[in-house]
């Protein structure tokens, strides 16, 4: 079949990578892609978020399967808009509908969903320019440390936890009156600290049938010892070592069931990814948000464990088949290092020279911020590469996935020395 992968960072080049493993797959085309997707596909200079020219794409092309990586385009309603073109109306897609991706594209619209159907979260409450200064009120009896979120889209760097009310108060004026994200901080979502420890848990639904995926962890702060501000994601995990059977099984009853069942009973037919951002809080699950798609960087450790072929996995999930499926999953451990630009998450510059590429042995290198010219390969991005060792032990995954992340090289390179340690030391 011929699949269109919409996207460009390291995520779609890993889904790349493993969709191109299937004899199912006959074109793959990226849109728009980078310099990873382009030594296993065909980039299309097409924006994930131009809905006019993705619908020519799949017309000119003979597209069988969509495919929507980033959150984006979920959000502003590609899947809808496919399906209000006659001739693509039954077009099998693997993203949910505008409504659907509400469950990422709003904070608030999330913690309503939870709190409606009985899924176990942090007590919240939202707030608007408007009702600024009953917040900063309710800021005043909160305990310390608080969680603030902006609602809309942030590029996963919209969640401040402040130590101090007077931050917490001086943060919620920055979102709501001076802009700090922009109309993603048009609504603000104060939350209860949760003190546990995180893991991420994904689930592929066909909107009725569902197959939890291999779980992750991810390391969101820039600095060592998860100091300093929030990333995109600074490496994974996977398997976690405190994910155990019994937690996993809490998991699925406590939060996966009743997600998909509260979806069905507000009427979203939601086929595609769910992450679920959990907290293991004294050995219970509680939820800190949903994401409408796979995460980046835990597809990079996800998809390597994953044997079922994964196009025939995909074309299940938009078909409703995902019955008739069985998901194997690899024993093996999977440990990923972002290396990212300097100065990320805030400015840095691009156009860096990258090499070594050539000479990294037993990793799978995932581009996520690059682009090829003239021969060489650039940096284009905050996060630039992703760099997925697996072995059989976390030791030796994270050994591999350090010394990939030494061995690059490019003008300015950041990369966290601290992947995966905290979990080796980890004690219950």
Request: charged content about 20%.
């Amino acid at each position: 079949m011929n699949i269109l992968l919409l996207g460009s960072g390291g995520r779609e080049h890993a889904f790349a990578w493993k969709l191109t493993q299937s004899p199912l797959c006959d074109t793959l085309l990226v849109a728009p892609g980078n310099a990873g997707t382009a030594q296993v596909a065909t980039n299309v200079p097409v924006s994930a978020t131009d809905f006019p020219a993705i619908a020519d794409l799949i017309r000119t092309r003979s597209i069988d399967l969509l495919i929507v990586g980033p959150e984006e385009p979920l959000v502003k309603g590609v899947v809808d808009y496919m399906r209000q073109q006659p001739d693509l109306a039954k077009l099998p897609i693997v993203g949910p509908d505008a409504e659907g991706a509400q469950l990422e594209g709003s904070k608030d619209f999330s913690k309503q969903f939870m709190q409606r159907h009985g899924i176990p979260t942090a007590a919240s409450q939202t707030f608007t320019a408007d009702t600024l200064n009953e917040g900063l009120v309710y800021l005043e009896s909160h305990s310390l440390p608080i969680v603030l979120k902006a609602d809309g889209l942030a590029a996963g760097k919209g969640v401040i936890i402040a130590e101090t009310v007077a931050e917490a108060q001086q943060t919620l004026t920055d979102m709501l009156s001076n802009g700090r994200f922009g109309s993603a901080g048009n609504k603000v979502v104060i939350e209860q600290f949760l003190r546990g420890i995180e893991l991420s848990v994904f689930v592929l639904s066909d909107g009725v049938n569902y197959k939890i995926l291999p779980e992750a962890k991810d390391y969101k702060r820039i600095g060592e010892g998860d100091t300093g501000p929030n990333t995109g994601g600074m490496g994974a995990v996977s398997p976690v070592v405190f994910a155990t059977p019994s937690f996993l099984s809490k998991v699925e009853e406590k939060v996966v069931k009743p997600t998909l069942a509260g979806l069905q009973q507000d009427g979203i037919q939601y086929r595609g990814f769910i992450f679920i951002g959990l907290m293991k809080v004294n050995g219970e699950p509680y939820v800190i948000e949903y994401n409408a798609r796979m995460g980046d960087p835990e597809t990079e450790v996800v998809l390597p464990r994953i044997q079922t072929d994964f196009a025939e996995l995909m074309m299940a999930a938009a078909q409703g088949k995902l019955a008739n499926i069985d998901l194997l999953v690899s024993p093996q451990t999977a440990v990923t290092t972002v290396v990212v630009s300097g100065g990320y998450p805030d400015v840095y510059e691009t156009g860096k020279i990258i090499s070594e590429l050539d000479r990294l042995e037993d990793v799978t290198a995932f581009h996520a911020g690059t682009k090829a010219e003239d021969g060489q390969i650039l940096t284009n991005g905050g996060r630039v590469l992703v760099l997925t060792a697996q072995a059989n032990s976390l030791e030796n995954a994270v050994r591999k996935s350090q010394e990939a992340a030494r061995r690059v090289q490019f003008d300015g390179k950041q990369y966290r020395k601290d992947i995966g340690l905290d979990l080796i030391r980890y004690s219950d």
